[in-house]
Structures are given as structure tokens and as C-alpha cells.
């Protein structure tokens, strides 16, 4: 959920300052296990699901947990190893559920408990695992437990939210520092019954939680134990290094323009720095008792995804823990989120994701329920996203895909990707649903357009719910072209492509369990690595980053590779497959990927 920013514009500026490394030519696998055999989620597929927009089965304009089910077969022939859910617990839906107000139970608009029982069964019978979305950092302000808090200073939870007292200036109450909420405005809201500021990194009706208050962490272990017994795979950790403020409330330094005063966001507050209220080192302790409980439960098979907006892979790797008991698979949004095709800056943040992470399983990701959709890689002349369906949309979707599927990671996709669906923003404020998108109109215009109902045929409600519904968000107008039905039958289109790459990826052993190695370093037009396979088998991987035609060649005898002869395992539609490896013709964002002989 964490959107401070927009983190998708923020993260280039983030990673540029730091410099290359020297690339070295072989790229480890690593071959973690744990206590219940193979790691089921090492090189897997995850298919991040939002609920709301996936299916529905009841007519009532929203998705729901039977609409889900009722969809497993797609997600299987897809080759989907594990769906995430977005927050599915009762709710006021003021952040759309991740206001959490009951950590174990279902909101009744999603189904019941029972309904949920079934999807897991329903999952299990297809080899799809199920991950729970938590939400640790804070809860919805209709809690039990934030009503009995708020009640007054002397409660039993008195202590298990971030209060302070104001400052006072000139006799006026203040708020005790500068810190805003990434949603805008100021992270502390007055509480007049207990005459006290609470803390809140998000939206005001979610309050932050006391995680130095013993309490606290167990009522969450528990929560973490009821999901595990119910027979979850895993969690996805919200906001996760969110947990932990500065003790001594200092003020965050502000973030300067180039006129040296401070930037002012689309909110209209002067921008801070989170150096005071993120990625602060007493989350580690926390991940690792979470990894603790998980293991005890789970009998070593539970998964612990993190929500991870880092600035380096030196912090990035610190998530894995020193021991290897923290996050399995912490998020890597250095690739997906670079925005722009920059084939060296590609080159050097897969680098780092496969020698500077000692060798633990990456995860990467290039959209989410936060962000865009991938179409945010059109840019226009300025530089800025042209989203929607540009003249090269399938081939810079073919290439965002092969990097995400043919590289050595768990790979995370988002609902919607593999039809090539689009990031579809409201066109006026009085259309617009997430409450940042109407405090910051216009310049925010909030993640509507990311969220909009699954295209499942051309019919008048796509397929997503009865005919005539009103949806809760607007089905685009581009589900008549770009649908699961119409793409079914094309070998040409976006879902072919995806199940193909997602099939290579499962069943090719280079592709599957291959070191990777990337080639012709200086080239800065295309992209292209090779993954060599536990018995030498070789696949060469190919994406040509800009809209115009490239000629490539390879000397693999550097590698150990002896073979010339080319066997296509994938091309972009049309294209000549090439007979070796001396000249390979890549079109417009064009793709090869080829066997070695």
C-alpha cells in the first residue's frame, strides 16, 4: 500500500546516484531449502490478486472470494504457482482494506470464512497456493483495539498506539514534529478525548501501532498463527519497514529543490525525508520473530514477501537476514521500477540482484496495485508516461515479461498483465475513488487506473460481473480488444506470450535453475544475458530496448560455450528466427530467446 510519492516516480532518483560495479561474468544460483524439503517458492510465479476487481459472483459490482474460485483454472493454465490477495479482512474500505478493523475474519462484501475454506481447497486441488496480505504497521481506527486505546490513558491497550502530547507554541497545540502521512497532511491527528495526538503513516482513520509494546507483537504472531492453521502459503508484509519510528521524535530533515527550499508534493505539504520514520534497524528483530513463528507453524514451508521500497541493495539484502531468518523474499523494485528502458541501468540492478544478495533468491516485480501498469514505460517525448495503447505496447509488454519471467528470480506479476490491460485514470474528480487521488487532484490523481475490473471477454460487463452492474470502478473501453476470450485462441497475443514464457520458465533447466550471465556489456540498445543450466545447457535471452531495428551478435567461447547453432524457443511474432549465433535481427522492442547447439 505504501505510496508516498507515487513510488514509481520516485525510484529512479533514489538509484541513478549510485555507480556501476565492474559485472562479473558468471551470476550464482542459489539453492536454499528449508526444513519441509525445496523451497515450493524459489522460482516460482505469484499472481498478485485485488479482489475487488478480479471477479464477481453476486452481481453486486464488486469482486468477491467465489468470484476467485470460480477463475482457478485460468490462473492454473496461465502456470500460476501461488495468488497474493489484497486485504480480504472486514473493513470500513476507506484504503480499500488495508483499514483493517477484524485480523480474523472476512469482510462480509468478499464472502465468509467458508467461502474462503473453499478457495484454498479449490487452489490446493490446482497446485496454486494461497498468500495472505498482512497488515502490521497499522489498523483501521474502528478496531476494537484503537476504540479501547482511545478511550482514555489508563486502558489496558493505552500503550499499543504511537500517542504523544502536542507541542505547545505561543500557548497554541501543535503536533509533536513535522512528519506527514504519505497520503498528505500531518502524520498526527488530535484525539480531544484523550487529548492527545496519535500517529498515523497513512491515512488518518489508520493509526499507527506501538511494535515496542510487547503486546502488540504477540497479538500479531497470533494472527500470523489463525491465517497459517487455516491453511495459508504465505504473507505478503505491508508496509513492512514502516514498523519503527524514531524513539526521540526528532524532525525528519526537509527535502530541497533546486532553488534550496523545501519541494512541495501534490498534497501541497513541504516533502521530508524518512530517515526518522523508515527501514529503522529494529525491524529486523520483528522479521525475525515473524520468520520464527512461521516456521513453528508452518513446518517450514510458510513464505514471508515484504513490502520493500529500499534505496540499495545493500539495504535490500540486510532484509534477507544475516542468517537467512528474515524475509525469504523481500520486493526488488530497483529493476521493475526503473521506468524508463535504460538497458546499462537494467544491466547493473540485475547485476546486483544476482552477486550482491549472497546468493538468495531475488524478487522481482514491475507493477502492483500501488503503481501503474507497465504502460508507464511509453514515455513521451518530455519523458513523461503516455499510458494506454501506444504503437509499440505489445512489444514493450513482450520485453517487460521476458525480462521478468526469463531471469533468475521468483517472479511477481499483477492481475491484468498477461492480457496487456492498461493503466486507465479518471478522467474527472468527481469520477475518482482512492481518497489521495481526491485530496490531490490534480496532480495526484490516486490508483484508480491500476485497479480497474479483470477483462475477461468482450460481453458489456467484460465478464467481470452481471450484465448492466455499475462496477465499482469503470470497466475500461479497451475490453473489447484486450480480453482473456479474445486472446485465448491468438498465438500472436499477450496471454499466449505470457504462458508460453511462464511454461520455459518451469520447464527449461536453464531457464528454470541456470546461473545467469549477462553479455555484450557495452551494448547499451539491447539487453541480453545467458542462462546456463545444471548440466550445460544454454539459452540465450535477447530484448531490444528501443523502436528501432538491432543486429546483435555473440561470442560465447569466454562462457564455455563451444555451440553456434540456434534452436528458437521464443520470438516475437513475425520476426526471422535467426540459424546462429553470428547474426540474430531483433525488430522494435523485438524478443529471441534460443537454445544453444
Known amino acids: 500500500m505504501k505510496t508516498i510519492g507515487r513510488v514509481c516516480a520516485l525510484l529512479p532518483a533514489l538509484f541513478l546516484a549510485t555507480s556501476l560495479p565492474a559485472f562479473p561474468q558468471q551470476l550464482g544460483a542459489s539453492s536454499t531449502q528449508n526444513a519441509a524439503g525445496p523451497a515450493w517458492w524459489k522460482n516460482a510465479v505469484i499472481c498478485e490478486i485485488y479482489p475487488r476487481s478480479f471477479q464477481d459472483s453476486n452481481g453486486d459490482g464488486v469482486g468477491d472470494l467465489n468470484g476467485i474460485t470460480s477463475r482457478l483454472d485460468y490462473l492454473q493454465k496461465l502456470g500460476v504457482n501461488a495468488i497474493w490477495l489484497t486485504p480480504i479482512y472486514p473493513s470500513p474500505q476507506v484504503d480499500f482494506g488495508y483499514d483493517i478493523s477484524d485480523y480474523e475474519a472476512i469482510d462480509p462484501q468478499y464472502g465468509t470464512m467458508a467461502d474462503f475454506d473453499r478457495l484454498v481447497a479449490e487452489a490446493q486441488k490446482r497446485g496454486i497456493r494461497i498468500i495472505m496480505d498482512l497488515v502490521l504497521n497499522h489498523t483501521s481506527d474502528q478496531d476494537p483495539w484503537f476504540k479501547e486505546s482511545a478511550s482514555s490513558r489508563t486502558n489496558p491497550k493505552a500503550d499499543w498506539y504511537m500517542w504523544r502530547d502536542p507541542k505547545m507554541v505561543n500557548g497554541q497545540r501543535e503536533p509533536p514534529n513535522n512528519w506527514i502521512s504519505g497520503f498528505g497532511g500531518s502524520a498526527w491527528q488530535w484525539d480531544p478525548a484523550r487529548r492527545q495526538y496519535y500517529y498515523h503513516r497513512f491515512y488518518v482513520q489508520q493509526p499507527d501501532l506501538n511494535w515496542n509494546n510487547p503486546q502488540v507483537r504477540q497479538a500479531m504472531y497470533d494472527v500470523e498463527r489463525f491465517w497459517i492453521r487455516k491453511g495459508v502459503a504465505g504473507f505478503r508484509l505491508d508496509a513492512i519497514t514502516a514498523l519503527f519510528e524514531d524513539p526521540q521524535d526528532r524532525n525528519e530533515p526537509y527535502v530541497l529543490g533546486p532553488d534550496g527550499k523545501p519541494r512541495i508534493n501534490a498534497y501541497g505539504d513541504k516533502e521530508v525525508t524518512s530517515i526518522y520514520t523508515d527501514n529503522l534497524p529494529e525491524v529486523h528483530d520483528v522479521l525475525r520473530q515473524l520468520r520464527q513463528v512461521a516456521d513453528e507453524t ?85 519523458g513523461t508516461p503516455q499510458y494506454g495503447y501506444g504503437p509499440h505496447h505489445d512489444g514493450i509488454g513482450r520485453v517487460i515479461a521476458t525480462v521478468l519471467f526469463a531471469s533468475r528470480d521468483t517472479a511477481l506479476m499483477y492481475y491484468g498483465d498477461a492480457i496487456g490491460m492498461v493503466t486507465t485514470p479518471p478522467a474527472r474528480k468527481e469520477d475518482v475513488r482512492d481518497p489521495i487521488g481526491i485530496r490531490g487532484w490534480p496532480k495526484e490523481k490516486g490508483r484508480d487506473g491500476e485497479r480497474t475490473p479483470m477483462q475477461w471477454n468482450a460481453g458489456p460487463d467484460a465478464g467481470f460481473s452481471s450484465s448492466g452492474v455499475k462496477t465499482w470502478l469503470p470497466i475500461p473501453p479497451s475490453y473489447t480488444t484486450y480480453n482473456v476470450a479474445a486472446e485465448e485462441p491468438s498465438q500472436d497475443s499477450m496471454l499466449h506470450w505470457y504462458q508460453q514464457l511462464i511454461a520455459l520458465k518451469k520447464g527449461d533447466p536453464a531457464l528454470h535453475d541456470g546461473a545467469e550471465i549477462m553479455l555484450n556489456t557495452s551494448d547499451n540498445r539491447v539487453l541480453s544475458w545467458l542462462r546456463k543450466g545444471p548440466d550445460g545447457e544454454s539459452v540465450v535471452v535477447a530484448c531490444n530496448f528501443t523502436d528501432q531495428p538491432q543486429t546483435i551478435s555473440f561470442n560465447l567461447s569466454a562462457q564455455g560455450v563451444q555451440g553456434t547453432r540456434m534452436k528458437t524457443l521464443m520470438i516475437t511474432p513475425g520476426a526471422a528466427e535467426p540459424q546462429s549465433l553470428h547474426s540474430i535481427q531483433l525488430g522494435p522492442y523485438g524478443v529471441y530467446i534460443g537454445e544453444v547447439r
Do not use: C
Open 298 to 382: 508452518g513446518s517450514g514451508n510458510t513464505v514471508l514477501i515484504g513490502e520493500t521500497y529500499l534505496n540499495s541493495i545493500a539495504d535490500l539484502r540486510k532484509m534477507y537476514g544475516a542468517n537467512n531468518d528474515e524475509l525469504q523474499l523481500p520486493m526488488d523494485m530497483q529493476v521493475g521500477f526503473i521506468n524508463k528502458f535504460d538497458v546499462p541501468l537494467f544491466r547493473r540492478r540485475i547485476n546486483e540482484a544476482e552477486t550482491e544478495l549472497n546468493g538468495d533468491q531475488p524478487l522481482f516485480v514491475f507493477d502492483n496495485h500501488d503503481n501503474p501498469r507497465w504502460d508507464r514505460y511509453q514515455l513521451s517525448a518530455d
